[in-house]
Structures are given as C-alpha cells and as structure tokens.
C-alpha cells in the first residue's frame, strides 16, 4: 500500500487533493439550501400504539438531512385528534381505521419546518380503547 501512496504523491500534489476534498464539502452544502421532496418514515405513538408512517416531505434540505439523522423520537399524538373508524374486515374486525388525512394534519402540526404533503402506503389498524 505504501508503493502506491508514494506513486499518487509523485503525481498528485496534496494540496490538490485537500482541496477538491473541501470543494466536495462546500458544494454539497451548497446544495442543501435548495428545496426538496422526498419520502421520510415518521414514527408515531397513538394511544399507546407506535406505528411507522411513511410521509412524502418537501422542505429545505437542512431540514430534511436533520429528520432523517436526527429523527429519532417518537410523535405523540393523541386519538382524540384523529378522525377514526371501525374495520369491519375479518382479519382487523374491531380495531379503528385511521383517517390519513387527520394523521397528515397532525403530523404537520408537530413538524413544522417542513412541509407533510400525503401519507404514502398502507396505514396499520390500531386497538379500539378500552374506555372509548
């Protein structure tokens, strides 16, 4: 491996390297100032019950790059706030259907640096309360 450092140092100056690395980094963060859509997995408590939901996002990439290294907590959110409805399948009789438009409303209230556009894929039932 030494070899092949000296050969890189005879035809590469390091000076060159050190600053195409710090090009890398400056436009990089260039680029995060723009505006972007993307999907991000929400992980969301609702009476007791954490269920992933995957939301499509739009908002400034720093924002976007601090959800999704930083997300790590989980939204509460009561099912008061939700709009809810019993399923009448066999395989979830008995447990609620959330409305993703009031889970999407909520959602956004508790983000609000960026913007919640839908909610993407199949939401989970969740268990009826016992003193609902």
């Known amino acids: ?3 092949l450092f000296k050969w890189l140092r005879h035809y590469v100056s390091p000076v060159f390297m050190l600053l195409l690395v710090a ?3 400056f436009w990089y963060i260039a680029k995060l100032n723009y505006t972007y859509t993307t999907e991000q997995v929400m992980r969301v408590n609702i009476g ?3 269920i992933p939901v995957t939301c499509v996002v739009e908002g400034v990439g720093t924002n976007l790059f601090g959800y999704r290294v930083y997300m790590d907590r989980t939204l509460r959110i009561p099912l008061s706030e939700l709009h809810v409805t019993p399923s009448y399948e066999e395989e ?3 447990r609620l259907v959330i409305d993703p438009a009031s889970l ?3 959602i956004s ?5 960026i913007k919640i556009i839908s909610i993407s894929g199949v939401l989970p ?5 016992e003193d609902r």
């Open 1 to 3: 491996m030494e070899p």
């Open 23 to 25: 090009s890398f980094v």
């Open 48 to 50: 007791g019950e954490r």
């Open 92 to 94: 979830s009789y008995g």
């Open 104 to 106: 999407q409303q909520a």
């Open 109 to 113: 209230v508790r983000c609000s640096d």
């Open 125 to 129: 039932t969740i268990e009826k309360p």
